[in-house]
């Protein structure tokens, strides 16, 4: 499985931004993920979907702000970003098949990232 993840840019603070990750293979059994890297700083979870599409769990920093969702194939996953905040400026990455009982950790497969900036 190889995930490709687009949809980054500049925006302004406030501004919205919806990234995409395409599965070059069936991940629709798979919890999908994204996570973030800033600067500086250790990758950190942001938002999962389990297969089924209905369970979303949020990172708190994240939470009401950020919408995980998958399409109907669930070989798609989306990261809608609105109300973007400086802060949310990093690399974003997205993963599928978590392999243990913690969601936000242990994935199997990964994408190459995508920057998102978040000008002030």
């Known amino acids: 499985v190889q995930l490709q993840a687009s949809g980054g840019g500049l925006v302004q603070a406030g501004g919205s931004l919806r990234l995409s990750c395409s599965a070059s293979?069936?991940?629709?059994?798979?919890?999908v993920a994204w996570f973030r890297q800033a600067p500086g700083k250790e990758r950190e979870f942001v938002a999962a979907?389990?297969?089924?599409?209905?369970?979303?769990f949020y990172a708190d920093s994240v939470k009401g702000r950020f919408t995980i969702s998958r399409t109907s194939t669930k070989n798609t996953v989306y990261l809608q970003m609105n109300s973007l905040k400086p802060e949310d400026t990093a690399v974003y990455y997205c993963a599928a098949q978590n392999v243990g009982t913690d969601i936000s950790r242990g994935y199997g497969y990964w994408g190459q990232g995508t920057q998102v900036t978040v000008s002030s």
């Open positions: 293979g069936r991940i629709g059994s798979y919890t």
């Open positions: 979907s389990r297969s089924s599409g209905s369970n979303t």
